[in-house]
C-alpha cells in the first residue's frame, strides 16, 4: 500500500510540474516566436492547429483554431444575461478565447467607421470603472475601414482581455470581438492580433480578382 501511495505521489508532483511549464515565462516566450499563419502552433504546449474560416454568410474571413465551433444559442444566453448578445460566438472545449460577432441593425456607411470608433469607446467608458480601453486603432483592410479597441473589463470573479472591432458589412456595423481571461494575455494577446490582422471581407478579393 506505501508504494502505491508513493506512485500516486509522485505522478501528482510530475503533473504539477508540467503544468508550470505550460505556463511559464520561458514556455510563453518560446511559444510566441510562432505564428498563426504556420497552421499549427503551441498554445502552453497543446498543439493547435489554424485555419480561414468563412462567416456571416461566407462575407467574411478570419483565422482561427480549425476546431473552433459555434457555441449553442443557450450557452451564449448563459454568458450574455444583460441582452445585446452576439449572434454568432465560436470556441472549443480547451482554449479559454472565443470569438464572436454581432451584425447589428444600424447603419452606417464604411466612410463613417472611423469616426464611429469615438462613439464605441463613449459608449463603454459610460460602463463605468469596470472597463478600462489599453489601446485603439484604425485601418484599411481592402475597401473596408475597420476601428478597433483594446480594453479590459471586469466580472465578478474575473478580469477579460477584449479586442473589439467595429466595421461596415454592406451599410450596416458589423461588431466582432476576441476575448479571454486576463490572466493568459501574455500568450493569448500576440494570438489575438494575428488573428485581427487575418480579418478580412470576400468582396475585396472578389472585385480584385475582376479586374
Request: glycine content about 6%; aromatic content about 10%.
Amino acid at each position: 500500500m506505501k508504494n502505491v501511495d508513493e506512485e500516486i505521489l509522485k505522478q501528482r508532483a510530475a503533473a504539477e510540474q508540467f503544468e508550470k511549464r505550460r505556463f511559464s515565462q520561458e514556455t510563453i516566450e518560446k511559444e510566441n516566436e510562432q505564428s498563426i499563419f504556420q497552421g499549427e502552433i503551441l498554445i502552453n504546449q497543446i498543439p493547435v492547429t489554424f485555419q480561414e474560416k468563412l462567416l456571416i454568410e461566407e462575407k467574411i474571413g478570419i483565422w482561427m483554431p480549425e476546431d473552433f465551433e459555434a457555441i449553442p444559442e443557450e450557452a451564449i444566453a448563459e454568458i450574455y444575461l444583460l441582452g445585446n448578445k452576439p449572434e454568432l460566438v465560436m470556441g472549443n472545449s480547451y482554449l479559454n478565447f472565443s470569438i464572436g460577432f454581432h451584425y447589428t441593425q444600424h447603419e452606417v456607411p464604411n466612410e463613417y467607421m472611423g469616426d464611429f470608433l469615438k462613439i464605441a469607446r463613449l459608449t463603454l467608458e459610460r460602463c463605468g470603472p469596470k472597463v478600462r480601453i489599453m489601446s485603439e486603432k484604425v485601418r484599411q483592410v481592402g475597401n473596408h475601414t475597420v476601428s478597433s479597441l483594446e480594453l479590459i473589463s471586469h466580472t465578478v470573479t474575473d478580469s477579460v482581455y477584449n479586442i473589439m472591432f467595429f466595421s461596415s458589412l454592406e451599410g450596416k456595423i458589423l461588431i466582432g470581438f476576441i476575448n479571454f481571461n486576463h490572466k493568459f494575455t501574455k500568450r493569448y494577446l500576440p494570438i489575438a492580433k494575428e488573428m485581427l490582422t487575418s480579418f478580412r471581407f470576400v468582396e475585396d478579393e472578389q472585385e480584385g480578382g475582376e479586374e
